[in-house]
């Protein structure tokens, strides 16, 4: 079990450090940001390493910065830069580069690092949370389709995010050369993968087959249209995340523990279009239950 860190960034910091990827490497290249490091082969030495940011996190505040971007996906690579620049036996070669041929810009390269086995990798990161959608045709009776998972804005889903990591931005890693006029000491990628993290959110009541490579989580998540939340049992107490705040669950001293009818309360005040994530009051962090609550019209289709 995790500690129960002070500081939200070093919070979200092992989350992203210890939680699992979304998917296995059936569906495209996937790597471990962290694969071989001692950091992997001795967590201990990691969560020594947290510690010592939580007691002092000036320097994790540094290496953060104070980015104008508050969107999830913009922390979330934010967070992997400084914990891949904090780890002993990685280095940040590149990140967010961008490739152009003259005034044409074909992309950017979220990373360029040289990895503990010293191999230079271009990863792709994303934070995710896709929403099963069971009306939607599956793949065949064991796995259900990519694109029948659909984010929170409904212009997202998983087949769509696959599709242009496969098609478009991991084959930029092949065109550094060609196309990186500004960085041209850089060495060329061993390899080109993706490492996508956040959640994959069954229905409440109405469940369908897992993605094809789908990594089950311990712990169960689920989402619900709003009015469902009269469904859960009176008994049952939840936390409520901050709006995309989606990363490590709250402490129970740190948000409010809420029943049904207050998490249908707060859902109402949070207006049309805007998911409210909940996790289970009194589990681990990292292993915590979830439910994304959306408003009764989702997917404004």
């Known amino acids: 079990m995790l500690p129960v860190f002070a500081h939200a960034s070093v919070r979200d910091m092992a989350w992203i450090a210890f939680s699992p990827a979304l998917l296995d ?3 495209l290249p996937m790597r471990d940001p962290l694969r071989g490091s001692v950091w992997r082969d001795d967590p201990e030495q990691l969560l020594h390493a947290l510690a010592l940011l939580d007691e002092d996190p000036a320097t994790l505040e540094a290496l953060l910065g104070d980015s104008p971007d508050r969107r999830l996906g913009n ?8 914990l891949l620049t904090l780890a002993p ?28 086995d010293s191999a230079i990798v271009h990863l792709e990161l994303a934070i995710k949370f896709y929403l099963a959608r069971p009306e939607l045709p599956l793949a065949s009776g064991q796995t259900s389709d990519p694109a029948s998972w659909w984010g929170v804005d409904p212009r997202d889903n998983l087949a769509n995010k696959l599709k242009r990591l496969r098609e478009h931005q991991l084959p930029l890693g092949g065109r550094l050369a060609e196309l990186a ?7 060329l ?22 993605v094809l490579g789908q990594i089950i989580t311990a712990a169960p998540y689920h989402w619900c249209h709003r009015h469902e939340l009269v469904s859960l049992d009176v008994e049952e107490r939840w936390l409520p995340m901050a709006h995309k705040a989606w990363l490590m669950p709250p402490a129970a001293s740190e948000a409010p523990v809420l029943g049904p009818s207050e998490m249908r309360a707060r859902s109402d005040r949070s207006g049309n279009k805007r998911a409210v994530m909940f996790c289970r009051a ?14 009764d019209v989702w997917p404004h289709d």
């Open 25 to 27: 490497d059936q569906l």
């Open 75 to 82: 922390y979330y690579e934010r967070l992997w830069h400084a």
């Open 89 to 116: 036996d990685t280095r940040i070669l590149a990140h967010n580069l961008a490739l152009r041929d003259g005034a044409h810009t074909y992309g950017e390269l979220d990373l360029i690092i040289q990895a503990a």
């Open 181 to 187: 006029t500004t960085h041209r000491a850089l060495p």
């Open 189 to 210: 990628p061993d390899c080109s993968a993706a490492w996508l993290q956040g959640g994959l959110f069954q229905p409440l009541h109405n469940p369908v087959p897992p």
């Open 282 to 295: 009194g589990q681990a962090l990292l292993e915590s239950e979830r439910l994304l609550c959306v408003d």
